[in-house]
């Protein structure tokens, strides 16, 4: 199984109430560390923006993915619910390999 494929399986999606963006809800509670991202972000994305509580990132596909402590995602300019699925995936991919 592709790893994209069976970290889809670690969360939940829906659509958000504009329409327009998807959230990705972990299945299981998680605590994101965000120390050491200001100078490190996840392989493949940009950092936009950190704060304690969340960050804001954008993949090599322009997608911007806000991330918060609980692990919740918001996945926005993604062209279609699939590529925004595959986004959050990527990204929990890379943010469980760095929480380790």
């Known amino acids: 199984m592709a790893p994209e494929r069976s970290a889809q399986t670690?969360?939940?999606?829906?659509?958000?109430?504009?329409?327009l963006s998807?959230?990705?809800?972990?299945?299981k509670h998680?605590?994101?560390?965000?120390?050491?991202?200001?100078?490190t972000p996840p392989?493949?994305?940009e950092l936009l923006m950190w704060t304690p509580e969340f960050v804001v990132?954008?993949?090599m596909k322009g997608h911007e993915?806000?991330?918060?402590?609980?692990?919740?995602?918001?996945?926005?300019k993604a062209s279609s619910e699939s590529a925004a699925k595959t986004?959050?995936?990527?990204?929990?991919?890379?943010?469980m390999n760095r929480n380790g």
């Open 22 to 27: 998807i959230e990705a809800i972990p299945k």
């Open 65 to 76: 993915i806000t991330v918060r402590k609980d692990g919740r995602m918001i996945i926005r």
């Open 87 to 95: 986004s959050a995936a990527e990204t929990w991919e890379a943010l």
């Open 57 to 59: 990132l954008k993949n």
């Open 30 to 39: 998680v605590t994101m560390d965000f120390n050491g991202m200001k100078d």
């Open 43 to 45: 392989h493949d994305c």
């Open 10 to 19: 670690q969360l939940f999606f829906r659509l958000c109430s504009d329409h």
